[in-house]
């Protein structure tokens, strides 16, 4: 079982949908999660980042956790073409280091 | 205006050589990393330092070194050990360590593509 775990996609969506990315985890001792939004050639740009269980809303973006289940997901409402990009899950282990997770692709189309 | 520099931005490697990618930051942060990506995949830890002088091997350090003389510069050194080099090599910088308080945020450089000639 690989310690961050993603669909790699693509997910396709039209101009306007509500995009949601799952991640789940491995180690129950996770304390923090991420999500990094990364265009193609480019550096990860943080995204969003969550660390209690529930819902954490900026912008159009919204992250959810769930530590029971151990799965964090990536809501993005009115999604853009501006918005199609690979989007990674990083999840904090041991407290000094970030697993990342393959990453999602996902394309929204006009 | 503060940030993370990496150079080159493309660097290409002959067999048996060995290539250093820079990583500079201003942003006073204690830790750095150095992670490796190749296509399709996330990413993976290569090296970390807390502390200036102290350094961790991540998951994949073998045909790697690295040195943490001065805070603010960690650079990557790519051996002729490592057999598969070709990747996009990342630097990022955090405040502190843990990574779990609200400011403790990773932060990345532009990148570094490696090609093997």
């Known amino acids: 079982q690989k310690e961050v775990e993603q669909n790699s996609g693509p997910l396709s969506v039209p101009e306007g949908a509500i995009a949601s990315l799952n991640c789940t985890y491995s180690?129950?001792?996770?304390?923090?999660f991420f999500w990094y939004r990364q265009y193609s050639g480019k550096s990860p740009e943080l995204i969003m980042s969550?660390?209690?269980?529930g819902d954490k809303e900026d912008g159009r973006f919204t992250a959810q956790l769930n530590k029971a289940s151990q799965y964090v997901s990536l809501l993005i409402r009115d999604s853009q073409p501006s918005d199609s990009a690979t989007y990674l899950c990083?999840?904090?282990?041991?407290?000094?280091?970030?697993?990342f997770g393959t990453g999602t692709r996902l394309q929204v189309f006009p | 205006d503060g940030g993370i520099t990496q150079s080159p931005k493309y660097l290409f490697r002959k067999e048996g050589q060995n290539v250093t990618l820079s990583c500079e930051q201003n942003?006073?942060?204690?830790?750095m990393y150095w992670y490796r990506q190749d296509p399709g995949q996330g990413l993976r830890l290569i090296y970390y330092?807390?502390?200036?002088?102290?350094?961790q091997k991540g998951d994949i350090a073998e045909g790697y070194s690295v040195s943490r003389e001065k805070k603010e510069s960690f650079p990557l050194t790519v051996t002729s050990a490592q057999k598969n080099p070709t990747a996009f090599y990342l630097c990022?910088?955090?405040?502190?360590?843990?990574?779990?308080?609200?400011?403790?945020?990773?932060?990345f450089g532009s990148g570094t593509q490696l090609s093997v000639l």
């Open positions: 990083a999840v904090n282990k041991n407290t000094d280091k970030l697993i």
């Open positions: 180690d129950r001792g996770s304390q923090s």
């Open positions: 330092s807390q502390i200036v002088n102290d350094f």
């Open positions: 990022a910088s955090s405040i502190g360590q843990a990574l779990v308080r609200t400011n403790e945020k990773l932060f």
């Open positions: 969550i660390y209690s269980n």
């Open positions: 942003l006073n942060h204690d830790a």
